[in-house]
């Protein structure tokens, strides 16, 4: 379970880095994805400090857990976000919310206990 665990947030991290780091910088696709939800671009600013602090959650023992809850609920948002209003490209943010949705479930222990396993 530890290298399982070890290995997911790995691709995790990776992913919501380079997905913040991406909204942060203006990439051009991002810039219109966001144009088209409509709520303007400070929300763009927000999904990539949410994305990326996220991804820093889940190095850190304590609040792994609430890292990857907080990733799975963004993916939530934007599995939706595809459906309703950007088209059905929701696969990606559909597999990254079950990956987070994974790392809840391995280390759900700590949910109750509130002690790293």
């Given at each position: 379970m530890k290298y399982l665990?070890?290995?997911l947030r790995g691709l995790l991290t990776?992913?919501?880095i380079v997905a913040g780091?991406?909204?942060l910088a203006g990439?051009?696709?991002m810039v219109q994805t966001f144009e088209a939800v409509g709520i303007g671009q400070w929300f763009r600013y927000l999904t990539a400090l949410i994305e990326i602090g996220g991804a820093i959650l889940l190095w850190?023992?304590?609040l792994r857990v609430k890292g990857?809850?907080?990733l799975a609920v963004t993916m939530v948002g934007a599995v939706?976000?595809?459906l309703l209003i950007l088209g059905p490209s929701a696969v990606p943010?559909?597999?990254l919310g079950t990956i987070a949705g994974a790392i809840v479930y391995l280390h759900r222990a700590e949910i109750w206990s509130g002690q790293p396993s």
């Amino acid at each position: 379970m530890k290298y399982l665990s070890i290995g997911l947030r790995g691709l995790l991290t990776i992913a919501f880095i380079v997905a913040g780091s991406a909204k942060l910088a203006g990439v051009e696709m991002m810039v219109q994805t966001f144009e088209a939800v409509g709520i303007g671009q400070w929300f763009r600013y927000l999904t990539a400090l949410i994305e990326i602090g996220g991804a820093i959650l889940l190095w850190i023992p304590a609040l792994r857990v609430k890292g990857a809850a907080l990733l799975a609920v963004t993916m939530v948002g934007a599995v939706l976000a595809h459906l309703l209003i950007l088209g059905p490209s929701a696969v990606p943010a559909l597999i990254l919310g079950t990956i987070a949705g994974a790392i809840v479930y391995l280390h759900r222990a700590e949910i109750w206990s509130g002690q790293p396993s």
